[in-house]
């Protein structure tokens, strides 16, 4: 992300003054300019239906575990996501369907993990091979 970018976005959604002006910015606990959080886990969410979902038979979710900022993102970073699966479970209403809990997280140059989310994801679920019985 871009400084302009950061300012951008947090103007129109998250108007604190540590995201939207790189003066006061470096008065703040930050000492600098910093990415909403809120931007940096909707940029995280493009990575992942980019890279995985629109991959997948993904049917949506129904919500989110718990999502946390670690570290402050600033303009300039390169940064990198990964999917780690911690449940996959057949839907108990819909058999065509599971269930998968899985961790995003979003990390720097460093391998530092900057934001991370667990939710869960609605999956569309391969035709299991029906057995014979002789």
Known sequence: ???????AFAKEWDPQPF?????AAKGSIYGGLIASGWQTAL?????????????TDT????GVE????RKPVRAGERLAARYTVLVAE???SRPTLGKVL????????????VYQMDGWGLV????????TSS
């Not at 992300?1 to 300012?7: D, L, V």
């Not at 718990?66 to 900022?69: A, K, M, Q, S, Y």
């Not at 569309?124 to 057995?131: A, I, K, N, T, V």
């Open 102 to 113: 899985g961790r995003t997280e979003l990390l720097d140059e460093a391998g530092d993990v």
């Open 59 to 62: 049917q949506g979710s129904p």
């Open 66 to 69: 718990n999502i946390r900022f």
């Open 90 to 92: 057949p839907s108990a």
């Open 1 to 7: 992300m871009t400084e302009e970018e950061i300012i």
């Open 124 to 131: 569309g679920r391969r035709p299991g091979e029906e057995s």
């Open 43 to 55: 940029r995280t969410m493009r990575l992942q239906v980019e890279s995985l979902l629109n991959r």
């Open 19 to 23: 995201h939207t002006d790189p003066v």
